[in-house]
């Protein structure tokens, strides 16, 4: 998705493809807020150099924040904050063995020094991590933070009074 206006962008990761069935709402809620974005695979252990190429060139690839999407021992968003002073936010991928508990402590027990700002397990983290990452964003870009507050307010109303 190009915005022409603004450079800035939002870099969505992930450890493996089998992440993508989940982290592709990052890109649906990106679209919709019209957040330019760009997606790789980036493995801490599997692909360690391309992780620390990455995370040291986001500065000047115009990367205003970082959501990264792992699975298990989720060191990804962890190794990647230690890297470079940009926001990371990780989004916790659910694993077949322990449904994603493995994935969500990993990243959310951070020791001090290094945050990572932890979302929920799977897909309602995945859509957050991205409305987290426009919320960022807004602070310094009018029209993003307009469309959030359009995208809001839209789903304030789509909440009915009565149940039936
Ligand atoms: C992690 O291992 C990935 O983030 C993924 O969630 C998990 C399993 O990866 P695959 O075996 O599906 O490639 O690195």
């Not at 990455?54 to 890297?83: F, Q, T």
């Not at 916790?92 to 994603?100: A, N, Q, R, T, V």
Request: charged share 25%.
């Amino acid at each position: 998705m190009k915005n022409k206006k603004y450079s800035h962008k939002v870099s969505i990761v992930m450890g493996s493809n089998s992440d993508y069935s989940t982290m592709k709402f990052c890109e649906k809620i990106l679209k919709l807020l019209k957040i330019n974005y760009e997606t790789n695979i980036v493995s801490a252990h599997r692909t360690p150099e391309r992780m620390f190429k990455y995370a040291k060139s986001a500065e000047n690839n115009n990367i205003s924040v970082i959501i990264a999407g792992a699975g298990g021992s989720a060191h990804l968003p962890g190794m990647i904050a230690s890297l470079t002073r940009i926001p990371v936010i990780g989004v916790p991928i659910e694993s077949k063995k322990l449904k994603g508990l493995d994935s969500l402590l990993s990243i959310a027990q951070m020791p001090k020094g290094i945050p990572v700002g932890t979302v929920a397990i799977g897909k309602d983290g995945a859509i957050n991590a991205a409305l987290y990452a426009a919320s960022i964003i807004s602070t310094f870009d009018k029209s993003v933070k307009n469309n959030l507050n359009k995208w809001r307010s839209k789903q304030s109303k789509s909440v009915k009074k009565k149940p039936k």
